[in-house]
């Protein structure tokens, strides 16, 4: 198909040539031009080398609709060249403001660059397919300041927010929070599943002043276990422990399903030599054997680098010897060592870092 392209000519008269197709009269105005039609003027117009670059990361479908519609094309005058380049370059500059800013962000900078109509219609096109997160509009804002909006709402409303959010600004806010609120906001990160599009834009007018004509129509999944444990691993480490341990007292078996998932068994990679010098002491040969079984090479390095030669050498005879091992015994021996290692945190006799502020201190 590629070759089919690479047929083509820079002007716009040589397309309908092609296979002998129908040649398709290029309507006037831009306005009244097909998505194809659009797609296929602005190939023919980047000329055959790069035209066959481009259809190199397109689908087989796609190629073949393109190269008929190409060879479809009647005469191209250069306003309709231009019309079309104008808003490649338009669509492409809102793209590049919204991934940067949000759409607010790039309303503003379009408004500034084409006007205020041709910025609503700019964005319209570029996000009639789009599905937009909610909450969007919030990106650039600095969390300190959205603190203080938002301290004074429901447990639930903050939750919500927060669910959306990078994990990085989330963390922020929720150490800041009041400590009386922070493991009932963690509580129901977790909990939450599913949030109706009503529910989100009740929550997006609060802090926007206005409903968001872009959220997707969809039911959003947000927020879960799992968000909560991102969250949870960026703040520090005084309000990980305050919220965790309100949680055990809440609700336990939340609290043990967080604990799991904040330390896997690859993180053993984050422990210091000595830490885990300290861990190998307190764990069993055969199921440190089972737990390196699929690894990846960085934590078996990291462990053999922490043993005797001697007693390397026989850890790796014993994996060798041991054959195939089933995946819920090798899951089960990795828990057993991410317990143990929990135990040594939590007594203080070892310290994982996790990221930032976690410096030590000699």
Same mark, same amino acid.
């Given at each position: 198909?590629?070759?089919?392209?690479q047929?083509?000519?820079?002007?716009?008269?040589g397309?309908?040539a092609?296979?002998?197709?129908?040649?398709?009269?290029?309507?006037?105005?831009?306005?009244?031009?097909?998505?194809?039609?659009?797609?296929?003027?602005?190939?023919?117009?980047?000329?055959?080398?790069?035209?066959?670059?481009?259809?190199?990361h397109?689908?087989e479908d796609?190629?073949?609709?393109?190269?008929?519609?190409?060879a479809?094309l009647?005469?191209?005058?250069?306003?309709?060249?231009d019309?079309?380049?104008?808003e490649?370059?338009?669509?492409m500059?809102?793209a590049?403001f919204?991934?940067?800013?949000?759409?607010?962000y790039?309303r503003?900078?379009?408004?500034?660059?084409?006007?205020s109509?041709?910025?609503?219609?700019?964005?319209?096109?570029?996000t009639?397919?789009?599905?937009?997160?909610?909450?969007?509009?919030?990106?650039?804002?600095?969390?300190?300041h959205?603190l203080?909006?938002?301290?004074t709402?429901?447990?639930?409303?903050?939750?919500?927010?927060?669910?959306?959010?990078?994990?990085?600004?989330?963390?922020?806010?929720?150490?800041?929070?009041?400590?009386? *609120?922070?493991?009932?906001?963690? /509580?129901?990160? @977790?909990? %939450?599943?599913r949030?109706?599009? #009503?529910?989100l834009?009740? !929550?997006?007018?609060?802090?926007?002043?206005?409903?968001?004509?872009?959220s997707?129509?969809?039911?959003?999944?947000?927020?879960g276990v799992?968000?909560?444990?991102e969250?949870?691993?960026?703040v520090?480490?005084?309000?990980?422990?305050g919220i965790?341990?309100?949680l055990?007292?809440?609700s336990?078996?939340?609290?043990?399903e967080?604990?799991?998932?904040?330390?896997?068994?690859?993180?053993?990679v984050?422990?210091?030599?000595?830490s885990?010098?300290?861990?190998?002491?307190?764990?069993?040969?055969?199921e440190?054997?089972?737990?390196?079984?699929?690894?990846?090479?960085?934590?078996c390095?990291? *462990?053999?680098k922490?043993?005797? /030669?001697r007693? @390397?050498? %026989?850890l790796k005879?014993d994996? #060798?010897?041991?054959?195939p !091992?089933?995946?819920?015994?090798?899951?089960?021996?990795?828990?057993?060592?991410?317990?143990?290692?929990?135990?040594?945190?939590?007594?203080g006799?070892?310290?994982?870092?996790?990221?930032?502020?976690?410096?030590l201190v000699?």
């Amino acid at each position: 198909m590629a070759q089919q392209a690479q047929a083509k000519g820079k002007g716009g008269g040589g397309a309908a040539a092609a296979g002998g197709a129908p040649a398709k009269k290029v309507p006037k105005s831009i306005k009244d031009m097909s998505g194809r039609t659009k797609a296929a003027i602005f190939l023919v117009t980047l000329g055959s080398e790069i035209s066959a670059e481009i259809f190199k990361h397109l689908r087989e479908d796609e190629i073949e609709t393109l190269t008929f519609e190409i060879a479809r094309l009647d005469t191209i005058e250069s306003e309709q060249k231009d019309a079309v380049l104008t808003e490649f370059q338009e669509l492409m500059m809102a793209a590049e403001f919204i991934s940067s800013g949000g759409i607010d962000y790039a309303r503003e900078l379009l408004e500034k660059a084409l006007g205020s109509q041709k910025a609503i219609d700019v964005i319209n096109r570029l996000t009639s397919s789009l599905q937009v997160r909610p909450f969007d509009f919030i990106r650039r804002t600095d969390p300190a300041h959205l603190l203080n909006f938002i301290q004074t709402e429901h447990p639930q409303t903050i939750a919500l927010i927060l669910a959306y959010l990078e994990p990085g600004k989330a963390a922020y806010i929720l150490q800041k929070l009041p400590h009386d *609120i922070q493991s009932d906001i963690a /509580k129901r990160i @977790a909990a %939450m599943d599913r949030t109706s599009p #009503e529910t989100l834009r009740e !929550v997006e007018r609060v802090l926007e002043k206005k409903l968001s004509t872009l959220s997707s129509e969809d039911f959003t999944a947000a927020g879960g276990v799992d968000s909560i444990v991102e969250i949870l691993n960026l703040v520090d480490r005084t309000s990980e422990k305050g919220i965790i341990e309100a949680l055990e007292e809440d609700s336990p078996e939340l609290a043990e399903e967080i604990k799991k998932k904040m330390f896997v068994f690859e993180d053993i990679v984050l422990l210091d030599d000595r830490s885990i010098q300290k861990v190998l002491r307190e764990v069993d040969g055969q199921e440190l054997a089972k737990a390196l079984k699929g690894v990846d090479n960085e934590v078996c390095e990291k *462990i053999f680098k922490n043993m005797s /030669k001697r007693a @390397a050498t %026989m850890l790796k005879e014993d994996m #060798e010897y041991m054959g195939p !091992v089933r995946l819920k015994d090798v899951e089960e021996a990795q828990q057993k060592i991410v317990s143990i290692i929990r135990h040594l945190e939590e007594s203080g006799e070892i310290i994982i870092s996790r990221g930032e502020g976690d410096e030590l201190v000699q």
